[in-house]
């Protein structure tokens, strides 16, 4: 007892609050316990899906003030990965995602609505190829609670539609009407910190 | 004419070679150039990359082929002025480095995910080196790069062809033409 009140004393003293300590979260990059995926029609008869292998972001979230809730994530647009080296090359072009002029995309939040059953709505600013706009995330909470090695985890599902022609595209009227929209869907696992 | 160079003419597989790489590559360009720039809905979109790697790979082994064939062959007499002689040989050595450095560098962007190249059907060339993603975008700005400055490359080495012939009136064009021998041979008949 005496021992946690010293140690309680100190956190305070060093203007850590508790609380704070138990809502913020890192996303698992080390481990890899995190995706963002792309889902587009190719020419209308199939999918084509891709991947963002290289990003990071932070997320806080209280149960009890879900609304408080917050994301970060940066990507970084070069690491798109299509599983295919010339189209790969070709995203990363000025064609597509102009990776050396926008190295980087960016999503922050403005707002988070529970709407139960597990069900959530996310807002916020998602910037890509330079144009920032706000967009709606449908989120699912996942799972949460303690992990074997010692930490607590917690992770959220959520999937989003975009329109090419809003995020400065120069290809994307050339892939023709059925791949006007792409979906995105990530997967983040957090670890609170 | 035969096979093999001797220290005053190029033989015919040098000649041939010669010639046959020269109008690919300028034409390679010519298809890289407009390749990149085609609509997606192109017939051509993945037919001419995949022309540009098949024709690309052949060019790679007929560049080693050619090697083999210099250091097996005499290289005939360059002809000019000492430095005249010194700036050609390493111009010629200069063109062998940038076609070997222009050729991988395409290879490697194909070849960057670990997977080989199909060349015209006929079978697959493996990838030799491990997948590097991202190789693909700086080996792609390279190869760019190397093309623009072998083809300026060339047109230099075309001029000095053209100059040993209208100026310096001498056989370095012909003998690359494989014209000039029998004309060179009834001279000296005539000498005798």
């Known amino acids: 007892m005496k021992i946690k009140l ?24 080390k481990g890899q316990h995190a995706v963002i995926q792309f889902k587009i029609a190719h020419l209308g008869y199939s999918w084509l899906i891709g991947r963002f292998n290289d990003f ?13 809730a917050k994301v970060n994530v940066t990507i970084n647009t070069a690491s798109v ?16 995602f102009n990776v050396d002029k926008f190295p980087t995309s960016t999503f922050v939040s403005k ?83 | 004419m035969q096979l093999k ?11 041939v070679i010669h010639w046959l790489m020269a109008i690919s590559i300028i034409g390679m360009f010519g298809l890289g150039i407009w390749m990149v720039d085609l609509d997606y809905y192109d017939p051509w979109y993945h037919r001419g990359l995949w022309l540009h790697q098949s024709i690309g790979m052949v060019l790679l082994f007929l560049l080693v082929f050619r090697l083999v064939w210099r250091l097996a062959n005499p290289v005939p007499k360059i002809m000019g002025l000492w430095w005249e002689k010194l700036v050609a040989i390493w111009v010629h050595r200069g063109h062998y480095l940038l076609m070997a450095v ?43 790069i190397l093309a623009w400055g072998f083809m300026a490359y060339i047109g230099m080495h075309a001029a000095a062809a053209l100059k040993h012939h209208f100026i310096d009136k001498d056989i370095t ?20």
């Open chain 2, 173 to 192: 064009l012909l003998r690359m033409l494989g014209i000039n021998q029998n004309k060179e041979k009834k001279e000296k008949h005539n000498e005798d």
């Open chain 1, 111 to 193: 707002s988070f609505k529970e709407l139960g059953d597990g069900k959530a709505k996310l807002s916020g600013a998602f910037t890509l190829n330079g144009v920032t706009k706000d967009i709606n995330i449908d989120v699912t909470h996942v799972g949460h609670g303690p992990d074997p090695w010692g930490n607590y985890r917690r992770g959220f599902e959520g999937t989003t539609n975009l329109n090419l022609a809003d995020w400065n595209i120069p290809f994307a009227p050339k892939l023709g009407p059925a791949s006007a929209n792409v979906e995105l869907y990530f997967s983040f696992e957090g670890i609170r910190k």
């Open chain 1, 6 to 29: 010293i140690i309680g004393a100190a956190l305070v003293a060093l203007g850590i609050s508790t609380s704070a300590i138990a809502e913020d979260y890192v996303i698992d990059k």
């Open chain 2, 5 to 15: 160079n001797t220290s005053q003419y190029y033989g015919l597989v040098s000649i």
């Open chain 1, 81 to 96: 990965d299509s599983n295919h080296a010339a189209r790969d090359k070709h995203l990363r072009s000025p064609d597509f």
């Open chain 1, 56 to 68: 990071e972001g932070t997320f806080s979230y209280d149960e009890k003030i879900p609304s408080a």
């Open chain 2, 102 to 144: 222009l050729m991988v560098t395409g290879y490697l962007i194909t070849t960057a995910y670990g997977r080989g190249i199909d060349i015209f059907g006929w079978f697959e060339f493996p990838a030799l080196l491990p997948a590097d993603k991202g190789r693909e975008t700086t080996m792609g700005f390279y190869h760019m």
